[in-house]
């Protein structure tokens, strides 16, 4: 204990220090700079507009700013309203404005610009089209999608190997939440951003260490290499938690991507998570926020954001974050720290980024997901939100360190070469048990142990992108070779004590002393190499859009005997993996797609049991058909699909180990968002799931439902900015999720829960200072309820009636 204490201290200084840092660096900048630099002319204007034609929507934007804007073009007409609302500059106004009329725009000198048509100038003899200068919000990438209506989502994301792509030209389902939405939302943890996925389930306790994931029925970032990439590469992002203080956007890519992205570490076939980092604007950026809630929890974040050099090539931006405090749970206590500084340079031919993380947390009695015992008949209620079984003398402390460098040159300007090198260190020591479930009447028992954990990652991948045409046909083709490397060290101490205790009434136990472990031996090394090429073609003016592509992946992994470091079982295997992708848009509303995609995971090896022990079966692929609709009207969207998934596994038949196990997850999604109607914002949706074992060794389990999947899942959220207080928005969430089955015989389950969260924030101006008051009440009702079951069966309690809030300022 006095070891863990000191350690703990010693966080507590590191990360008091990155706060500190990060709010005196933006003041004495911001000082500096001062002096040297002019006014920014292209301030941030608070807009509040809803117009039915290009004309009007013009002269609104420029009444409220006094910019200039002319066009001696024909104005096409626009379906409906449109809304522009919020902070942002007037160019991104225009954009809002502009979105899916085929226009954009010039500036002609200080706040001014004109409008033109793109395709006209590009046509004139002797003229060549110019490329409009966007700029984007303060707190934006310019080189990202934009926002769309309603500042919830984005208008597009990122594909993988192929780049940022417009949500209409996806042969895929992808959604990408915004920083504001994020913001908005208060969320702390990816995990809280996603919650309100219908499509995506995060079936842990947040009072945990770790998060995990469910898309479309399947199991993600369940292991010890984590499963959520970072600016599309696996082995940057933290292990088993990431914050939201460095990101910029939060992609989920619905099915397998194994050609986008190359096989995720753990196997997870489900879809792809993946965070797009901050990064300098083209305006100085100073933001502080202070917190309060989820408990007694007390913090705050920084974010400071700069560009340097006479054409503004080089930016940096910096995020710190610290919280300290009392949870929601009984006894718990929880200190988490970020530092995140993430440095760019644009120049003409050749873009750099340079991305560092420091994030950790640390937890005093951390709560864990409860086993059932197989001799338990029915399943108790749900405790109270706020009950913790683990002692006060349990603890975790996880430290996630890690670093990418990306790189683009122009060859000329239809090739560009690409590439990166990243790498990331997970720390885990902890003390804690995993608590069982012994009956109906909520009895638990528990042994815990002591472990330290460690987890190295390396990735790297390199590639070209080029753009030509054949006849009428346009190409964009890309080419990539990828690595992925892991390695997993931990040593472990079992604990003596049989610890007794209840779901409803948690017992004290007295500490049970167990040895720290002697060392930390490695237990596994595994190599994930790929080599993947893709080609988009467009036809007839992007009426139609076809995507084919495949990876060719190789698997190596290597266990590990932790006494004598002897190697016990080898895996050495490769696959190709293709996907063909298919895109049809009549008009610029509508969009219809189809697709193939494929997931992969590594084949197991037969266990000692079978007759065929040590055999490596081959990797097992997940086969995905999908095909949807999507609807754009400019200020309001919805999408619709049908998908089915099979992944195999292994399993013993008559004592011998084969591969012939499948899993078959079929489910409608329906999705809506945007602005309704004017100062009214809708997001989410309902997923329909059948999630059936189709093949299996036991006619007691063969077309049951599989653990942990809900047949049905909805998730809204509302939004409306009220005509009588200005500035003030009012919001409400509602989560329902059926039931879900915590084994496979389907002979227990958790029964269906409702949720509803409320909240408000209010927008105004202080001594000329932007602020931002936010206040959310979660599970208003207070429902005791299970929240989820993992893929080893084990059940979470969902949280209690909480409360959040938060101020942020840009000084």
Avoid: C
């Amino acid at each position: 204990m006095e070891f863990k204490q000191a350690r703990t201290r010693t966080y507590s200084l590191i990360s008091a220090l990155l706060v500190s840092t990060a709010m005196v660096v933006p003041a004495t900048s911001g000082a500096l700079a001062a002096n040297v630099q002019t006014e920014i002319a292209q301030a941030t204007y608070s807009f509040d507009i809803s117009v039915s034609s290009l004309a009007e929507g013009i002269a609104e934007i420029g009444a409220a700013s006094g910019w200039r804007i002319a066009y001696t073009i024909d104005l096409p007409s626009i379906d409906g309203a449109r809304a522009i609302r919020g902070d942002m500059t007037v160019p991104a106004a225009i954009d809002t404005l502009l979105r899916g009329t085929g226009l954009s725009y010039r500036e002609t000198g200080e706040n001014s610009l004109i409008l033109i048509d793109p395709a006209t100038e590009a046509g004139q003899s002797g003229a060549a089209a110019i490329d409009p200068i966007r700029v984007e919000a303060n707190s934006t990438q310019s080189d990202l999608p934009p926002a769309y209506a309603g500042g919830q989502i984005a208008t597009g994301g990122r594909l993988g190997m192929l780049g940022n792509t417009d949500i209409m030209d996806a042969p895929v389902s992808i959604t990408s939440y915004t920083s504001e939405k994020i913001a908005d939302q208060q969320a702390q943890t990816i995990a809280d951003v996603l919650k309100h996925d219908p499509s995506v389930r995060s079936p842990n306790s947040s009072g945990g260490m770790l998060d995990t994931y469910q898309i479309r029925g399947f199991n993600m970032n369940t292991g010890n290499s984590g499963e959520v990439s970072f600016n599309g590469v696996y082995g940057v992002a933290p292990t088993y938690r990431a914050q939201t203080g460095y990101a910029e956007r939060i992609e989920v890519l619905k099915g397998p991507a194994a050609l986008l992205g190359g096989m995720a570490p753990n196997s997870g076939v489900g879809g792809v998570i993946n965070i797009v980092p901050k990064r300098a604007g083209d305006e100085d950026l100073n933001r502080v926020s202070t917190d309060y809630g989820l408990g007694e929890q007390v913090g705050g974040n920084v974010d400071f954001g700069r560009r340097f050099g006479d054409e503004n090539q080089v930016g940096v931006r910096f995020n710190g974050g610290y919280h300290n405090g009392d949870t929601y749970l009984d006894h718990q206590e929880r200190e988490a720290s970020l530092g995140a500084l993430a440095l760019d340079y644009r120049g003409d031919d050749f873009r750099a980024t340079l991305d560092l993380i420091d994030q950790r947390e640390n937890l005093n009695a951390p709560f864990r997901e409860f086993l059932v015992d197989g001799a338990v008949t029915s399943m108790p209620n749900a405790p109270d939100g706020n009950r913790n079984v683990a002692n006060e003398w349990e603890w975790s402390e996880v430290t996630d360190q890690s670093a990418l460098l990306g790189a683009e040159y122009d060859l000329t300007e239809k090739m560009t070469l690409f590439g990166s090198f990243g790498a990331g260190k997970t720390q885990v020591e902890r003390l804690f048990g995993y608590p069982e479930i012994q009956n109906s009447a909520g009895d638990t028992t528990d042994t815990v142990s002591y472990a330290k954990f460690q987890t190295k990652r390396w990735t790297a991948d390199a590639g070209v992108h080029g753009e030509f045409e054949t006849g009428f046909v346009g190409h964009k083709a890309t080419f990539q070779v990828s690595r992925y490397s892991d390695e997993f060290s931990r040593g472990l101490r079992n604990g003596d004590d049989t610890l007794n205790s209840n779901i409803y009434s948690p017992v004290a136990n007295p500490m049970d002393a167990v040895a720290v472990p002697a060392g930390r031996p490695k237990l596994s090394e595994t190599d994930l190499s790929g080599i993947a090429i893709a080609d988009t073609l467009s036809m007839w003016d992007d009426f139609m859009q076809v995507t084919v592509g495949a990876r060719h992946q190789r698997i190596e992994t290597d266990n590990f005997n932790a006494s004598t470091g002897a190697i016990t079982s080898s895996y050495d295997d490769s696959v190709v993996t293709p996907m063909v992708g298919v895109v049809v848009k009549p008009n610029n509303s509508l969009s219809v797609y189809a697709n193939y995609l494929e997931g992969l995971s590594r084949g197991s090896i037969a266990p000692n049991t079978a007759t065929n022990a040590g055999e490596a079966m081959a990797p097992y692929v997940a086969k995905q058909i999908e095909t949807g609709v999507k609807l754009d009207y400019g200020n309001f969207g919805a999408t619709a699909a049908i998908f089915q998934i099979t992944k195999p596994s292994g399993q013993l038949v008559n004592n011998v180990y084969n591969s012939d196990a499948e899993q078959r997850n079929r489910g409608i999604e329906l999705g809506v968002f945007g602005e309704v109607v004017p100062n009214v914002r809708l997001l989410g949706g309902v997923m329909f799931l059948d999630a059936e074992l189709t093949k299996t060794n036991s006619a007691t389990t063969k077309g049951n439902q599989a653990v942990g999947a809900p047949e049905m899942s909805i998730n809204l959220t509302a939004e409306w900015d009220t005509p009588f207080a200005q500035g003030l928005t009012l919001s409400g969430t509602v989560n329902h999720v059926s039931e879900q089955y915590v084994n496979t015989t389907n002979t227990l389950d958790i029964p269906d829960s409702t949720t509803l969260d409320l909240g408000l924030r209010y927008k105004t101006i202080f001594a000329e200072t932007p602020v931002t008051f936010r206040a959310t009440i979660q599970n208003v009702t207070d429902e005791d309820y299970w929240a989820g079951v993992n893929e080893f069966s084990m059940v979470s309690v969902g949280a209690p009636r909480t409360a959040l809030l938060s101020v942020t300022a840009d000084f």
